[in-house]
């Protein structure tokens, strides 16, 4: 059975953050991995992804996905396309097309100004975030008519502080832009810090002037019965990792 989280500040509009559970992958993919850029089989993949479409009530090739880069990129979306552009965010204002954010550690964010019927998705890690792209994808939504007042942002599971452990440089760098980014930082061993992603995504769609943020408080790190991280990956010395999906439809 598939396992479907979802958030009351985007009802009544069809969305889900979509765990592991009732997939078609094994192995290290085992679950509803929907990564078609892993090295699970295509077959699997496909199965998933055709899961998660029927769940949203589209066929699969309405489900739109990125070619995800950690860039500030949004594409507008009018149609399903047939090709995953590279990008890390998506909007749109038409009907039966099902934007779809895969993570495994960063931040899918999901928007909406239900009212304008104007939705959005987002792939937001740390360089994202910092970079602009949950600011794009709101100014991308005003483009189609949604009112930044009336724009309430949901983060999904994604990694949390207790997990996430960063270097000297990488916390040099985020006070090099803003000495005021230490409140993101706690201490951790040594010279390493704990930087807190959801907090700093929060602290950005907040100043961006939205009127309501919020996160479901799920940590992928931590809870691998429902979720993939990357970063658990790579501490056990694993060739790749599945990828978890994130979907809205107007």
């Known amino acids: 059975m598939l396992e479907i989280l979802t958030?009351?500040?985007l009802s009544p509009l069809t969305h889900g953050f979509f765990t592991r559970k009732g997939g078609a992958s094994s192995g290290i993919f085992h679950g509803l991995n929907c990564g078609p850029g892993s090295s699970d089989l295509s077959d699997a993949v496909a199965i998933n992804r055709a899961r998660?479409?029927?769940?949203?009530?589209?066929?699969?090739?309405?489900?739109?996905?990125l070619h995800q880069v950690h860039s500030a990129?949004?594409?507008?979306?009018?149609?399903?396309?047939?090709?995953?552009?590279r990008a890390d965010a998506m909007v749109t204002a038409t009907p039966g097309v099902v934007l779809g954010i895969l993570t495994a550690d960063c931040q899918p964010v999901l928007f909406a100004d239900a009212a304008a019927g104007v939705i959005g998705?987002?792939?937001?890690?740390?360089?994202?975030?910092?970079?602009g792209v949950l600011e794009a994808t709101i100014a991308?939504?005003?483009?189609?008519?949604?009112?930044?007042?009336?724009?309430?942002?949901?983060?999904?599971?994604?990694?949390?502080?207790?997990?996430?452990?960063?270097?000297?440089?990488?916390?040099?760098?985020?006070?090099?832009?803003?000495?005021?980014?230490?409140?993101f930082f706690a201490q951790g061993k040594g010279d390493h810090a704990m930087f807190d992603l959801p907090g700093f995504g929060l602290s950005r769609l907040r100043a961006a002037g939205i009127s309501d943020a919020g996160w479901t408080r799920h940590c992928t790190?931590?809870?691998e019965d429902r979720f993939y991280s990357y970063r658990r990956?790579?501490?056990?010395?694993?060739?790749d990792y599945g990828r978890l999906i994130s979907v809205f439809r107007v």
């Open 7 to 9: 958030a009351d500040a």
């Open 52 to 65: 998660v479409a029927s769940a949203m009530g589209v066929e699969p090739d309405h489900l739109q996905t």
């Open 73 to 85: 990129e949004v594409i507008t979306l009018t149609t399903p396309l047939s090709k995953r552009p």
């Open 121 to 131: 998705a987002a792939h937001a890690g740390w360089r994202g975030v910092k970079d």
């Open 140 to 183: 991308a939504m005003e483009g189609l008519g949604a009112k930044r007042s009336e724009i309430v942002a949901v983060i999904g599971p994604c990694i949390s502080q207790s997990a996430y452990e960063v270097g000297p440089d990488f916390l040099e760098a985020f006070l090099d832009d803003d000495t005021e980014n230490a409140r």
């Open 221 to 223: 790190y931590s809870d």
């Open 233 to 239: 990956a790579t501490h056990r010395g694993e060739a």
